[in-house]
């Protein structure tokens, strides 16, 4: 698993670095990352990263152990004495005692990377309206590793206020493109509260939108592409793209996406459901579910599976 092992790797080093450094490592993660609490007498650590996945977008992460750290997690962020900006961070599942993460806002967040890059000194309060802990951040080496790090990473796209209208702008120009018209035939949006937070987020299928000169435009042996947006205080954000065969609420933050058999490394006719997390801004998929029992799952949540 790509987490795990970049965190082998950050660990394994004879002494984790106060200062910053930016880490690729084989599995195509980067982060650029340091690391202001490093106790060998209790094993207690902190690193503050930022970095990203391989094709993932550029995200703020923190790893720790020792202590106790509320799910989310606030930091407010001081650089040379100045309130600079928060970050706002979810738990994710991994063997790390405390790691947490978050995309990067690009309407929130630019400022503080450039703050952070330039600045002599930081100082994270963690956890600000209860145990307050505060920890001062080394910014040694920060600018060239921060900017590696966002060279290396792309920025998630900025919050939108009327995803369909964006979406169907954008076929309507590829259509026209090809010397064809969108024909709406039904199903091609829908609201529903994916996340638990009371807010409807969306699903858009590009099936629902075919165009008259290129009916296999965005559909294949495994399904349409589509979108999920999840509503938050500045509109959308889009949090999943691909080619699916359906999108299936379950109780809970998250969605059971009917995919292609061979995300299961099953022929692509068997049925493969992938368990996804929408509670925070990364969607992280927590379960795999394959063959007879995804057939049982798709079928109790009335969805559609793989046609042969």
């Known amino acids: 698993m790509t987490l795990i092992l970049g965190l082998f790797g950050l660990f394994s080093m004879p002494a984790i670095a106060q200062d910053w450094s930016f880490n690729p490592d084989m599995q195509g993660e980067v982060q650029a990352v340091a690391c202001p609490l490093d106790d060998d007498e209790t094993g207690n650590y902190l690193c503050l990263m930022v970095g990203c996945e391989p094709e993932q977008p550029l995200r703020w992460r923190l790893v720790a152990a020792g202590g106790n750290l509320p799910d989310p997690l606030r930091i407010n962020m001081f650089i040379d004495e100045e309130p600079s900006g928060f970050l706002s961070l979810g738990q994710l599942q991994s063997d790390v005692p405390f790691d947490f993460v978050a995309q990067v806002d690009p309407e929130r967040d630019v400022r503080l990377l450039e703050a952070l890059r330039a600045g002599g000194g930081a100082m994270m309060i963690l956890d600000p309206e209860g145990a307050a802990i505060e920890r001062p951040l080394s910014l040694r080496g920060s600018g060239k590793a921060i900017a590696s790090a966002m060279e290396a990473c792309p920025m998630r796209a900025p919050a939108v206020a009327d995803p369909v209208a964006t979406v169907l702008s954008s076929l309507e120009a590829e259509c026209k493109d090809l010397g064809g018209v969108l024909e709406m035939v039904g199903g091609f949006e829908r609201s529903e509260d994916l996340d638990g937070d009371g807010r409807d987020d969306l699903i858009i299928e590009y099936g629902g939108a075919p165009c008259t000169t290129a009916l296999s435009l965005h559909c294949g042996s495994g399904g349409c592409v589509s979108d999920i947006y999840m509503a938050r205080d500045r509109g959308y954000i889009r949090a999943w793209s691909d080619v699916v065969r359906d999108v299936l609420n379950e109780e809970g933050p998250g969605v059971a996406i009917s995919v292609h058999g061979s995300a299961c490394d ?33 079928e109790a949540l009335g969805g559609v599976g793989p046609v042969e």
């Open 266 to 298: 099953l022929a692509g006719v068997e049925s493969c459901v992938l368990r996804v997390d929408l509670s925070g801004d990364t969607p992280q998929v927590v379960e795999t579910i394959a063959g007879a029992d995804a057939d049982a799952l798709i």
